[in-house]
């Protein structure tokens, strides 16, 4: 289910930016699912929906028209089973009157009959190799089935990981959800390195509270000496992990921790606890790690920001995984921007400090005060 659901994510994140560049809905005003601002429309719930302006759509000057759109990351649907979503088109159109609604239905395939019955009832039906491509929807078929394996792939399919990193960073939406899968699957690959094994996207339980939370990555050493939870975050180019992100994730790791001493093969081991970037660490947030590092003697904690994750693929020979991470996480023209926008920040910050030191500064004397009359002249005087 989670590997079906982020990548129906990633579809949605690159749906929603092929509507917003060919203008088919308000560029800002289109929600998929997770987005808090989705709401029903009419009495219907969509993977996506937003309003449209295109005049074919429109009710009126001031009424616009609706893009909707579900998605579907598995499979290839039959006449029967987009029936729910073309009852759901003509229900829509019958309750909204003269206002005009675009349907869309994204999936992997679609049975000849099922493109049959689409057309005739006026729908869209869609694949990612229709709207993104063949190579980038070769790519997301693809990790799809990566996902549901994620710790096989990630240890031992650098050829995979590749194709994935270099092909679908085409559809990356505003909600970043491929970066941050991609970058899961990264750190599982370097991670394992030091390994016996590795998994992926575990979810662990605290029995006493009954909290849970989710590990990204696990490593287990040789011999079970020592067991590794590694948090990933995966950042825009030029992002920064904050400090509110880090006590997230020590609030995560005691819920971890209780899981390990009641795990039966793992109570044992030295349990350690990481968190990985793809971007640099917030000032304040690198304080609080470095003292929750001093204090955690029995848990130990560690962290690598953006360079210190290249610098291991680098070591480990990963020319692929470094060529990767340099052009789409470290290196990437929006990370320039970033550095661009906090040296500028820093730099109007300072300038406020600067005129007050100039203010304080005692006065100095003016050059009258150290002239000199000619010879003669003050007798004269």
Known sequence: MRARDLTERVLLDGLREWCRKIGLASYNSICVRGDQNL???????????????????QGGPSMP????????????????????????????????????????VLAEGFTGEAVTAGHKAGVILATPKDLFGRRVGAAVSSLCEVLKNAAAYASSSPERLNFLLDNLFDIEGRNRNIRGVLFELVAGYLARRDAVSIEMNITARDSSTGKS???????????????????CKGKEPGG?????EVQKWLGKVAIIRAHYRAHYSLREAEHRFEIWTSGTIAPDALEL??????????????????????????????????????????????????DELAANAASTMAAPALT??????????????????????????
């Open 356 to 381: 007050e030191q100039v203010r304080m500064a005692p006065a100095l004397p003016s050059p009258a005060d150290h002239f000199v009359p000619p010879s003669g002249q003050e007798a004269a005087e």
């Open 240 to 244: 920064v992990l904050s400090k509110e």
């Open 65 to 104: 028209g609706f893009i909707v759109a579900d998605v579907f990351a598995e499979g290839i649907l039959t006449v029967h089973e987009i029936q729910y979503f073309v009852r759901k088109a003509r229900m829509l159109k019958a309750t909204l009157g003269k206002i005009g609604v675009l349907s869309i």
């Open 289 to 338: 790690l470095q003292d929750e590092k001093a204090k955690r003697v029995k848990a130990p904690i560690d962290w690598k920001d953006g360079q210190s994750v290249l610098e291991l693929a680098k070591a480990d020979k990963e020319k692929g995984i470094a060529d990767a991470l340099h052009q789409h996480f470290i290196d990437h023209p929006l990370a320039k921007v970033a």
């Open 213 to 231: 939370a989710e590990i990204d990555v696990q490593k287990v050493a040789y011999q079970g000496r020592f067991v590794t939870a590694i948090e």
């Open 39 to 57: 709401r029903p429309i009419g009495p219907f719930a969509f993977d996506l929906a937003g309003p449209s302006y295109l005049l074919p759509l």
